[in-house]
């Protein structure tokens, strides 16, 4: 796994970058370093590790057999789920040289491709396809082939790592002949270590955010939960706290089975999930107009008047203890609480002088004498509280 956390006495720095102070999560396999570089372009700081492994079947004789199969008696109708599926379907049968006469045999056949991808690696082998949908999701595929008449037709599905038995199921209830062609399957990741690590810092609410880009790598994730009894605390997690950004709503199928709230782009491409990330994780923190600032809080920093004041772990807690209810009073017992159970009491006042450097203005946090400390709103009259 890989980090990179902000310096404890790193500079305020002014930037427009809008994940610019938060952490972002990712759990793919492949493109992991593609979309970890667009997430830092947009400012944020990345913590990668797969939560899956792919494995290719090309020695496997389930794939030669149906390939075989299908050689022999081709398929009226051939789907191609994903791109790498397809293409790893062809250069595992070219291991067998069974390549050619496969792809002579699809000539015959009409061939769907569920999103782009698979488009392009059907073109790649010289095949052209019949249909695509605009929604790249296996239902509209299912609901297009269950528009004409399956009786008796061979279909041909190519599975992208999982079966698929709702929808080979309503084939056969069809009347269609269904060869399923297994071309990989997922697997746990070889360095589970990584893996854990990036759950324990979702567990700790040091990720503000948890990229997802197929549906297994979801699986994968909370499959690894379960594994090592954390699996509730990080549903609860992302449920509450940190959000699920998925490239598409078939990738965010696990997490929506476990009723966690998730987000995706209306394109399946990880360009678009980054800029969907980049507008909505901003948005779950308002801004606030305090002593005549705009204030806006981050994953590990501040936002103020476009400047991002990085701000350590304990700070930032009692930060966001102070925004919580903002421009209510809280009193030190409750800031104590966010300073550890070991912290003494007079380590309030201490934190409160470190924050109020942290953020270059020490009129931003007032002191309410004898009863604690609060933001100064600039809706509220607080011109008798006077910093410590």
Request: aromatic letters at 4%; one cysteine or more; a negative charge.
């Amino acid at each position: 796994m890989s980090t990179t956390a902000p310096a404890p006495n790193a500079e305020p720095v002014t930037t427009t970058a809008p994940l610019a102070g938060f952490t972002v999560a990712v759990t793919a396999a492949r493109r992991a370093d593609e979309l970890s570089t667009l997430l830092r372009r947009k400012g944020a700081e990345v913590i990668a590790a797969p939560a899956l492994r792919i494995v290719p079947l090309s020695d496997d004789q389930r794939l030669a057999t149906a390939s075989r199969e299908l050689i022999h008696r081709p398929a009226d109708i051939v789907i191609a789920t994903t791109g790498i599926g397809f293409r790893g379907w062809i250069e595992g049968c070219d291991t067998w040289g069974l390549a050619e006469p496969l792809v002579a045999s699809m000539h015959h056949s009409r061939v769907l491709a569920r999103g782009p991808k698979a488009k392009g690696a059907i073109r790649a082998a010289g095949l052209t396809e019949e249909w695509s949908p605009p929604s790249e999701s296996s239902a509209e595929v299912l609901d297009y082939l269950l528009h004409s008449d399956l009786d008796g037709l061979r279909v041909a599905i190519q599975l992208h790592g999982e079966p698929l038995p709702d929808f080979t199921a309503a084939l056969r209830m069809a009347g269609a002949d269904v060869v399923e062609v297994p071309v990989y399957r997922w697997t746990e990741p070889e360095d589970v270590a990584a893996l854990d690590r990036l759950i324990e810092a979702v567990l700790a609410r040091s990720v503000d955010a948890v990229t997802f880009t197929s549906a297994p790598a979801a699986a994968g994730l909370l499959g690894r939960a379960s594994r090592t009894g954390t699996h509730t605390d990080l549903v609860t997690a992302l449920r509450e706290d940190v959000l699920a950004m998925c490239v598409g709503p078939v990738t965010a199928g696990p997490l929506m089975a476990q009723d966690i709230p998730t987000d995706w782009p209306a394109r399946a491409r990880i360009g678009a999930q980054v800029r969907k990330l980049a507008e909505e994780l901003p948005e779950r923190f308002p801004v606030l107009p305090v002593a005549g600032h705009q204030l806006r809080l981050r994953g590990h920093a501040v936002v103020l008047d476009g400047i991002v004041h990085p701000i350590s772990p304990a700070l930032m807690r009692l930060l966001r203890a102070l925004t919580r209810r903002p421009g209510q009073v809280r009193d030190r017992a409750e800031l104590l609480a966010c300073l550890g159970d070991d912290a003494e009491a007079h380590a309030v006042e201490t934190a409160i002088a470190r924050l109020r450097t942290a953020l270059g203005n020490p009129k931003i946090i007032q002191t309410v004498v004898k009863r604690g400390y609060r933001l100064a709103l600039d809706n509220g009259d607080c011109s008798h509280h006077e910093p410590e």
